[in-house]
């Protein structure tokens, strides 16, 4: 109409029109961020929905029970509750002594459900629970490019929009802020470009902590509160050990002998708690060179050399070592005795 009526010219009419267009395309675009979408214009086009959380019938809780618990075992109940948090998209926090299994169930969490794992430390920065790397993951490649987070915005993640993230009360509080903002309101300001992103609804976090001897943990309450499920993980029973170290067909004196060394490990301060993976690590060299460990002392040398590890390197530590080597050395020499 203002074309016909001459009131101007064509060229600026065109101009007025894509700005108009440009316009309607940035309110398009703030609605999606409002309802739940990416920040920028940008991050709208090019980056892809996370797919949608699973109907009823396509999140098999008796599968994924079978598959986690054929690795993990003596944890059926804390399992199965565990399962139906992730199933109702709440947050979960399992919290237990070390080396009973914890890192094991969530990587395996993680391989039936996707999402992604995410290992913390002390020194683990927002930096990098958003848009970093973090250089102690050990399982899978993150990309340098892009942290925990990112990678659930932008779709690298393959499966459900989970976090599994591994001792997570070592994060700084700063960091767990920015956590927290995230748990609650599915959404985070990256520090690196300082937009505000959006998680998908179906977010949620299972995590893991250990029970310290040495240090107090206080985390923070509010923190806390996020999580609509704590799980107390019970110590690993003997039975549940002995299926795990079947195939390895060690002696019968052998597994005894190594199930109580791993008690008598988990009273002492000093001492790293003996985990099944190292449990399992002594079983493989045993099997290897069963005929080497059929000899007593070199059968002590192998429980020192794979079992008995010094958490705190001070005079205390290294006179925990000597005590636990001493009660070795005379179990092995009352109840053994020859050939094993």
């Known amino acids: 109409m203002i074309e016909e009526q001459n009131i101007i010219d064509a060229e600026i009419a065109e101009t007025v029109k894509r700005d108009l ?21 940008e991050a709208a ?24 618990t054929s690795v993990v ?31 094991e169930l969530l990587l395996q969490l ?26 102690s ?22 499966g459900l929009p989970i976090a599994f993230i591994d001792e997570i009360m070592k994060l700084r509080p700063k960091t767990q802020i920015i956590l927290f903002e995230a748990m609650n309101n599915k959404r985070f300001l990256n520090p690196v470009d300082g937009k505000t992103y959006y998680l998908p609804p179906e977010f949620s976090v299972v995590s893991s902590s250990n029970i310290e001897s ?9 923190f806390l509160d996020r ?13 549940a050990i002995r299926e795990i170290l079947k195939p390895y067909g060690l002696p019968s004196r052998v597994v005894d002998l190594i199930l109580w060394v ?42 020192i050399d794979r079992l008995l590890k010094v958490r705190v390197l001070n005079i205390f530590g290294l006179r925990e070592f000597e005590e636990a080597k001493k009660k070795i050395e005379q179990y092995i020499g009352e109840r053994l005795g020859g050939v094993v």
């Open 214 to 222: 040495v240090v107090q943990e206080t985390p923070d309450i509010a």
């Open 110 to 135: 993680h391989k039936c459900l996707g999402g992604i794992y995410f290992h913390c430390h002390e020194e683990v920065s927002e930096r990098e629970l958003i848009a970093g790397f973090n250089p």
């Open 45 to 68: 086009s090019t980056l892809e929905r996370i797919p949608s959380y699973p109907e009823e019938d396509f999140f098999d809780e008796e599968l994924i029970f079978k598959r986690v």
């Open 262 to 303: 791993r008690r008598q490990v988990a009273g002492m301060r000093y001492l790293v708690p003996v985990s099944i993976r190292n449990l399992q690590k002594f079983a493989l060299e045993y099997d290897r060179y069963r005929s080497t460990y059929r000899n007593p002392e070199e059968l002590k040398k192998l429980i």
């Open 73 to 103: 075992k003596g944890h059926d109940d804390e399992i199965r509750r565990i399962i139906r948090a992730i199933k109702m998209r709440d947050n979960v926090l399992i919290i237990g002594r070390h080396a009973e299994g914890k890192t």
């Open 137 to 158: 993951a050990f399982v899978g490649v993150n990309p340098v490019h892009m942290g925990c987070l990112m990678q659930i915005v932008s779709g690298e993640v393959k």
């Open 227 to 239: 999580f609509g499920k704590i799980i107390m993980w019970k110590d690993t029973p003997d039975d």
């Open 21 to 41: 267009e440009l316009i309607m395309q940035v309110l398009e675009t703030l609605s999606h961020e409002q309802s739940g979408g990416l920040a920028g214009l």
